[in-house]
């Protein structure tokens, strides 16, 4: 392991702690959604979200497309890409 400060341990267990957060709360709504029958559509341009990107990221709630586009518009965004 790479030798941390005491500060930075306490640092990234908060960056983990804000990433489980964040995670299951997509989750949940990844299930609301799947219960709704909204899941798989695009939030955006409403098409159907191709299954082998639900399937690598099952949390997707925009198409490849629309995804990029909005990476794109807001630089630094945490959503991960396929
Ligand atoms: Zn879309």
């Known amino acids: 392991m790479a030798t ?5 341990t306490r640092q990234l267990r908060d960056a983990m702690e804000q990433r489980r957060v964040t ?3 997509d989750i949940d709504t990844a299930l609301q959604r ?11 341009c409403e098409v ?5 990107r639900l399937v690598a990221f099952p949390t ?6 629309c ?3 909005r990476e ?8 991960p890409s396929l």
Do not use: N, P
């Open 67 to 69: 995804a990029e586009r």
């Open 4 to 8: 941390l400060t005491e500060e930075q």
């Open 48 to 52: 159907d979200i191709r299954f082998e």
């Open 23 to 25: 995670l299951l709360g």
């Open 34 to 44: 799947m219960d709704s029958a909204s899941y798989g559509t695009c939030i955006d």
């Open 60 to 65: 997707a709630t925009r198409c490849i497309q």
């Open 72 to 79: 794109k518009t807001y630089v630094g965004g945490a959503t």
